[in-house]
């Protein structure tokens, strides 16, 4: 059984950055072979893909982060990252990240002021 535990959320400024983690314990082959992925859900709205990368980095993003975030792995650590720069107030939302296909952490919120 995977576990995946979100951390680096929090309160920032329009234009600010924050790093986001995503921790997996529990099964570090499984890391290793699989694809990641952060979704975010913005208040009163569904969740939304944000980013993606595959086992061997390949990676893509949503139109609307292209440029401001950088998606990336470190497997010797069961890590996922998601650096997010030029924050603006439409990122606010709980950012969840995922293990493809079947396991998600529990959500980390990121609040942009504008």
Do not use: H
Not at 35 to 52: H, I, L, T
Not at 69 to 77: E, G, P, Q, V, Y
Not at 81 to 103: F, G, H, I
Request: glycine content about 12%; overall charge positive.
């Amino acid at each position: 059984q995977v576990q995946l535990v979100e951390s680096g959320g929090g309160l920032v400024q329009t234009g600010g950055s924050l790093r986001l983690a995503c921790a997996a314990s529990g099964s570090a082959g499984t890391f290793r072979l699989n694809g990641m992925a952060w979704y975010r859900q913005p208040p009163g709205k569904q969740r939304e893909f944000v980013a993606a990368i595959s086992s061997v980095g390949s990676t893509n993003y949503a139109d609307s982060v292209k440029g401001r975030f950088t998606i990336s792995r470190n497997d010797a650590k069961n890590t996922l990252y998601l650096q997010m720069n030029s924050l603006k107030p439409e990122d606010t939302a709980v950012y969840y990240c995922n293990l493809q296909p079947l396991y998600w952490g529990q959500g980390t919120q990121v609040t942009v002021s504008s």
